[in-house]
């Protein structure tokens, strides 16, 4: 964690302020752990992030963990984005859209589904949608999607009952660099069955990027002694191909740091 610390001297040089918490006996108000003080907010300019993804047919070809399965399709430009459901019952649901707009920015919007499978447009124009989620207090009935407007690109989706997407895929904003500081993947193989994971980038140009390759059966675990780097407008997908169609699920984790720090 030394990287860590000596990153926090330079934040608040002599200010322990933002680790004061409540404690009991005679440990130091100041011993928070640093990956604590990022979940409580305490730490301005660096956010944890954890990106999960499951996908129940995962084949031979590379894809992200995804709920749609298969090859992602990113916009070419932004645009407003349909929210839609596979069930006309869905109505009177909230989804939190979450995503970067033109410049990379980060944006979000929340929109009320009138009619499930009719669906409703954002007012915002996203050029990467990065998570789906509901919120409100109405329950979705079927699948959300959120895509383009005629819903031939799916951008992500909420399954029935689980609340919030699940994809392996994310767009770094601008101004900041994501550090991955750990990956999890896992399967239902067994015997002669194997799985492939990798990380792969796309850049603002279009040039794309296999940073690495590693098979696996049932687990894949990597934990980064040094943080590995994102930067900014990046486009990555955590991908992952099997030997048979296969059970995966995967787990990012990392930090998102503000450049200005």
Known sequence: MAIWDSLLKQLQPGNKSLFEVSVTNNESKYSTPFELAVARSKIPGITGLSISGYNSAVDTNWQPIWEIGGAYTYFASAQQVRVWSNSASDVNVSVLVTGLDSSYNVISETVLLNNGTTGVLTTNSFLRVNSLATSGSVNAIGTIYAGNTGKTVTLAAIIDGAGRSQMTIYTVPAGYTFYLTQSNFYSNQNGSQYANYRSF?????GLTTKI?????????NSVKVVPRPYVEKTDIQWQCQASVSSLIGG?????LISNSI
């Open 201 to 205: 980038t796309q850049n603002t140009s």
């Open 212 to 220: 690495l390759q590693f098979p696996f059966t049932t687990v894949y």
């Open 251 to 255: 787990q990012i984790e990392g930090y």
